[in-house]
């Protein structure tokens, strides 16, 4: 019996990593697609200040990525134990 | 020197073309047992005592690495990694034996009881951070040498393709962040780091090339050196930022002490993260894809496979160079608001 909790407790730790690691991904792709869609509004508004834009687009995005890897790294390290 | 010159540009070169013919290559060696993906991706990413590039039929093609233990009762031991044996008298990285050490999984154990050692080997990983290492300082030397004698002649060889990359940092990163008064003084890490982080990236992303930046230790080492540079070379502004915000009210600025007081210590930590996990990410898509084929062992996984690896391995080219250009980019900004002395522009920069 407890074996049987056991296997089926792992089965929900992997579950919760695979469900966690979509959850980051859903929330990056929300985020850096809005950044990205902005920055394009932006571009063709002003094209002349595309360069500028790109650089404040990438740092941006970077900050929502790490948050969204952060989770990522959470969830690897539940599949790794 | 000339020909050293002439073969880095051949070298580079073959960084941008080779990556594509990853599949065929590396993971013929896990066919035989009942295949792991998972074991198959983690063994790739991972650090290993030996640098295995090719197995071609059963014969393998593997650089085994010095092993160096500082073994307290006995000093130091240093010896080849081919004297792990198994049983049958073959070099095993997996479960192997040579006088008092086990190796079992690329850990080395002490076969007495309560005996802790110190590896401090090579491994594939500190192979490649020396091959980065020499790679980095002829190109860089050579051109930084050239820049010495004819300072106002145009650029020649391989100074020409890295010039624009480097005026690049110069004019977009350290300018604008650090200010044209001090950037100078931080350039050389800026630039440093880029391109390590970048040569490293590529390298990585060679068949039968090691991790090295999807190595938890190394984008921390990283990490620890911006924070040190940050918090070393930061001005009472900044302290006084974090420890009394200005212009806020008293009871906003109890909580904010708190928070900001953590923000030292999650930037770095961000930074660390973030290459990790991308340049990690980016290894275990591409493996994945790969290992469709031994999964499905049939030849109509082929076009997918080649697709999606294509297609994987470009956008690994351009994460290489962004992760590189993120990095620095985020370490001149926290080194820029350390260093910055007015107050209006605070809130410019990402907390």
């Known amino acids: 019996m407890s074996v049987l909790l056991q296997e089926s407790l792992n089965g929900l730790a992997l579950l919760g990593a695979g469900v966690g690691a979509g959850l980051a991904a859903l929330g990056a792709g929300v985020g850096i697609g809005k950044i990205g869609g902005s920055a394009v509004e932006a571009i063709a508004r002003q094209p002349q200040e595309s360069g500028k834009i790109q650089t404040a687009m990438l740092i941006a995005a970077a900050f929502v990525e790490g948050v969204a890897l952060f989770g990522v790294v959470v969830c690897l390290l539940i599949y790794a134990k | ?351």
């Open chain 2, 1 to 351: 020197m000339q020909s050293i010159k002439k073969y880095t540009l051949t070298i580079l070169v073959l960084l941008l073309v080779v990556p594509f013919s990853y599949g065929s290559e590396e993971t013929v060696e896990i066919e035989k047992k009942a295949f792991n993906a998972g074991e198959m991706i983690m063994h790739h990413i991972g650090d290993s005592h030996e640098w295995h590039f090719v197995t071609i039929g059963h014969s393998h093609i593997t650089l085994y690495l010095p092993v160096i233990i500082y073994n307290p009762e006995k000093g130091i031991d240093f010896f080849s990694s081919a004297n792990f044996v198994d049983e049958h008298g073959h070099p095993n990285m997996h479960h192997g034996s040579y006088g008092d050490y086990i190796i079992h999984n690329d850990k080395i154990h002490s076969t007495k009881e309560h005996a802790t050692i110190y590896d401090i080997s090579i491994t594939k990983n500190v192979a490649s951070l020396l091959l980065s290492f020499s790679l980095l300082t002829v190109i860089f030397i050579s051109i930084a040498l050239r820049y010495k004698k004819h300072p106002l002649s145009a650029p020649k060889g391989i100074q020409s393709f890295f010039e624009p990359i480097i005026a690049y940092i110069i004019d977009e990163v350290a300018k604008p962040i650090l200010g044209e008064k001090k950037y100078k003084k931080y350039l050389p890490y800026l630039l440093t780091v880029f391109f390590f982080i970048w040569f490293n990236n590529l390298l990585g992303l060679i068949p039968g090339g090691a991790n090295l930046t999807g190595n938890i230790a190394v984008t921390m080492v990283l990490a620890v050196i911006t924070f040190l540079l940050t918090n070393l070379s930061a001005n009472k502004n900044y302290w006084k930022h974090i420890f009394w915000t200005p212009g806020v009210p008293l009871p906003l600025r109890v909580i904010l002490l708190p928070i900001e007081v953590v923000g030292i210590f999650t930037k770095p930590f961000s930074l660390m993260i973030r290459l990790f996990a991308n340049i990690t990410a980016g290894h275990i898509i591409i493996l994945s894809f790969i290992g469709l084929i031994f999964i499905f062992n049939s030849l109509s996984m082929a076009p997918v496979t080649i697709i999606f690896g294509l297609f994987m391995s470009f956008m690994e080219l351009f994460v290489a160079i962004l992760q590189a250009y993120i990095f620095t980019l985020l370490s001149a900004m926290y080194i820029g608001s350390a260093i910055e002395e007015h107050h209006a522009h605070d809130h410019d920069h990402g907390h």
